[in-house]
């Protein structure tokens, strides 16, 4: 298996047991690579960041990246790489 390196950032919010959530957080992201059989093309590894956030954060975002002024509960900015 690949290594995964998982960053878990609290930029705002009311987000207790970071430190819970961030193992739980990790434990996700490798099943759902495991699971979804897909193909990297590279075996350096995959780097994942997740920020947890507040609804005005998350507002702000929508509106400047997806022209939608309100919040959502999940944002995603994929990142490309070359082998």
């Given at each position: 298996m690949i290594p995964i390196d998982?960053?878990?950032i609290q930029e705002s919010g009311d987000w207790k047991d970071l430190e819970l959530k961030q193992t739980h957080i990790h434990g996700l992201i490798e099943k759902t690579i495991q699971?979804?059989?897909i193909e990297f093309p590279s075996r350096k590894g995959?780097?994942?960041s997740i920020?947890?956030?507040d609804n005005?954060?998350?507002q702000n975002l929508n509106k400047i990246y997806r022209g939608k002024d309100a919040?959502?509960?999940v944002l995603a900015f994929p990142q490309h790489w070359h082998s």
């Open positions: 998982v960053e878990v699971k979804s059989g995959v780097v994942v920020v947890l956030s005005q954060s998350v919040p959502t509960n």
